[in-house]
């Protein structure tokens, strides 16, 4: 519950969000999306991030879904969830 917060937290941080899937490839119960993201946070700072995504499905619905990114970058743009928590 605490890691949703602290994410919730810093995409609260951004204005609209763009994500736009670049590969998809699916086998079997999973499913990997390569993404990027131009974004801007709201104090007008260029969030531009790339994405791996794995999805495990299980009939029909998400059950697992792990994220690979630029965590550096994330902080750089959007300072430390533990900031973005506290405002």
């Known amino acids: 519950a605490e890691r949703f917060r602290r994410v919730v937290s810093l995409r609260a941080r951004l204005g609209r969000i763009t994500t736009i899937p670049v590969r998809l490839i699916a086998e079997g119960d999973y499913v990997v999306v390569q993404a990027y993201g131009r974004n801007t946070t709201n104090d007008g700072k260029a969030y531009h991030n790339d994405y791996c995504n794995v999805l495990r499905l299980d009939d029909g619905r998400i059950t697992e879904w792990v994220e690979y990114c630029?965590?550096?970058?994330?902080?750089?743009?959007?300072?430390?969830?533990?900031?973005?928590?506290?405002t």
């Open 70 to 86: 630029d965590t550096p970058l994330i902080e750089s743009a959007l300072g430390p969830p533990l900031a973005a928590t506290a």
